[in-house]
Nanobody
Framework: QVQLAESGGGLVQPGGSLRLSCASS????????MAWFRQAPGKERDFVAS????????RYADAVKGRFTVSRDNAKNTVYLQMNSLKPEDTAVYYC?????????????????????WGRGTQVTVSS
């Protein structure tokens, strides 16, 4: 069983920055695609970003392109989400997820059901 633990959420003013972290217990972390999703109150959970096992390929939702950066440190079994120029509409619970298929890049990387394990989430609130 893989455990994922997000951290780094909090309250930030519009225009500010936060960096989220997600630590994985998986021994196969370095072989797996990782992703970030978010869920705002009353809305469905949406794709934010994904990163391939070596960190070469990254993908972003249009709403965060140019503002968010996903990265990973395979030596630390951790994936990050650097969020800059935050807006009130970025307010949500942010989840990290992993695809347990090794060395695999899905064309449906933006779909929740491509990922097998999820963290419990961390709250990000953007408000003045």
């Amino acid at each position: 069983q893989v455990q994922l633990a997000e951290s780094g959420g909090g309250l930030v003013q519009p225009g500010g920055s936060l960096r989220l972290s997600c630590a994985s217990s998986a021994r196969t972390f370095s072989m797996s695609t990782m992703a970030w999703f978010r869920q705002a109150p009353g809305k469905e959970r949406d794709f934010v970003a994904s990163i391939s096992w070596r960190g070469v390929a990254t993908r972003y939702a249009d709403a965060v392109k140019g503002r968010f950066t996903v990265s990973r440190d395979n030596a630390k079994n951790t994936v990050y989400l650097q969020m800059n120029s935050l807006k009130p509409e970025d307010t949500a619970v942010y989840y990290c997820a992993t695809d347990s298929r090794l060395y695999y890049s899905s064309n449906d990387y933006y779909r929740e059901n491509e990922y097998d394990y999820w963290g419990r989430g961390t709250q990000v609130t953007v408000s003045s």
